[in-house]
């Protein structure tokens, strides 16, 4: 008898993970910022697709949970098109999540500001899929009373 194991090796896959309420509460007071990555838009569109609806549902938790807790909510893209035309996109994404924030929690809507960068602030290379996954994101940044 002969036993045979194939073992296949192979890059562990990154995904993106759901950030919940606490952990966005938890960040925001240690780093005075939150990056979050489960807002999905389809290629050169601003319209949030309903994949995004579960962290929707955990910031507006983060809002209901600090009634003074004021944001900004910070659009981020890629380097992929030109520059002006990722400021505007990035501008159009955040306006689009504060809009429907406001939807899930009308308390809170003049506590959020959005605003775009565009690429302007990366946190990985441009040059790969996987860095340029990092950079299309959106920011919760605390704005100090």
């Known amino acids: 008898m002969i036993a045979l194991d ?6 562990m ?8 309420a606490e ?3 938890s960040g925001i007071l240690q780093q005075g910022s939150v990056n979050l990555y489960g807002f999905h838009f389809d290629t050169a569109s601003d319209a949030l697709k309903p994949e995004s609806d579960a ?3 955990e910031v507006a938790k983060l809002l209901k949970s ?3 807790l004021r944001l900004l909510v ?3 893209t890629d380097t992929v098109g030109k520059f002006e035309g990722n400021i505007e996109l990035s501008q159009n994404r955040a306006a689009f999540v504060v809009a429907a924030l406001n939807k899930r929690v009308p308390s809170a809507a003049s506590r959020l500001t959005p ?3 565009g690429y302007q602030c990366p946190i990985a290379t441009n040059s790969s899929e996987e860095g340029r996954a990092k950079n299309r994101r ?3 940044v605390k704005v100090e009373n």
């Open 6 to 11: 194939l073992i296949e090796t192979q890059a």
């Open 115 to 117: 605003c775009g960068v």
């Open 66 to 68: 600090d009634t003074a």
């Open 13 to 20: 896959a990154e995904k993106m993970v759901l950030v919940k």
């Open 55 to 57: 962290i929707l549902d």
């Open 138 to 140: 959106v920011a919760l």
């Open 74 to 76: 910070v659009g981020h």
């Open 23 to 25: 952990e966005m509460a």
